[in-house]
């Protein structure tokens, strides 16, 4: 499951790029899929930095909550939970990002770790590998050496 709803599509975006990028420059082509994979992820990670900021903006409150209710454990919790509540903040979406962010970048992990050789029984249907691919980002610097 991994392997077709994470790594497949990034792998394939990959080759796609590397094919349409003048003179097949790969190590464009990784920088290129690093920002679109950050753009898709951009309303997931907006909606939890707004979900901080929500939350270090009622802080002083649950300190106050904390401190009145020290030895009535259940009591604080609720009081907690019901001022979460009344400022519509979910502590825990910020959890979701963690948990949408960790196989993408482990799939990109097994992309990139590859020495670029690209495997034609991954790739997609309308997908096509371009014959001359350059491992060497902008003519320069060789992405494959160690």
Request: proline share 5%; no cysteine.
């Amino acid at each position: 499951m991994f392997h077709t709803l994470f790594y497949q599509p990034l792998y394939n975006a990959l080759v796609w790029l590397s094919s349409v990028i003048p003179g097949g420059d790969i190590g464009l082509a990784i920088i290129l899929l690093t920002i679109l994979v950050k753009i898709v992820l951009f309303p997931l990670f907006q909606k939890a930095a707004v979900t901080q900021m929500a939350i270090k903006k009622i802080e002083p409150e649950v300190a106050a909550i904390q401190e009145e209710y020290k030895n009535k454990q259940e009591e604080q919790t609720r009081k907690i939970l019901e001022l979460y509540r009344v400022n519509k903040v979910n502590p825990f979406s910020s959890i979701l990002v963690l948990f949408v962010q960790i196989p993408i970048i482990l799939a990109l992990f097994w992309v990139f770790r590859g020495n670029f050789q690209f495997d034609p029984k991954e790739l997609y249907s309308f997908v096509s590998l371009q014959a001359v691919l350059s491992t060497k980002l902008f003519g320069l610097i060789d992405i494959t050496s160690k």
